[in-house]
């Protein structure tokens, strides 16, 4: 069974940063090296959302307008991990955040077509 565990969440000043992590097991890592890893978010009262995703290793990547040239999704194969740094945070990036991963995708940006998701680290930034 695949499992994710993110890490890196907390409380930071809009103009700060994080990086989050999402430790993937259960599969090998020439597996999990051609999964799709994606990160969304969901603040209160809001819908999940698509934040950032990697096709495969060394695939491609996307973003939400939202955090285009803010955010950066990366991978690192050999940890089976995937990451994301969050700079110049806003107040309405408060969220929790989720990465997830599935075998293959017709869209890396469609929540619905992950298999496999974390628990959520939750990102809070204070104004």
């Known amino acids: 069974q695949v499992q994710l565990v993110e890490s890196g969440g907390g409380l930071v000043q809009a103009g700060g940063s994080l990086r989050l992590s999402c430790a993937a097991s259960g599969r090998t890592v020439s597996t999990f090296s051609r999964y799709a890893m994606g990160w969304f978010r969901q603040a209160p009262g809001k819908e999940r959302e698509f934040v950032a995703a990697n096709r495969w290793s060394g695939g491609s990547t996307y973003y939400a307008d939202s955090v285009k040239g803010r955010f950066t999704i990366s991978r690192d194969t050999a940890k089976n991990t995937v990451y994301l740094q969050m700079n110049n945070l806003k107040p309405e990036d408060t969220a929790v955040y989720y990465c997830?991963?599935?075998?293959?995708?017709?869209?890396?940006?469609?929540?619905?077509?992950?298999?496999?998701w974390g628990q959520g680290t939750q990102v809070t930034v204070s104004s």
């Open positions: 997830a991963t599935t075998a293959t995708v017709a869209s890396a940006t469609n929540q619905y077509e992950y298999e496999f």
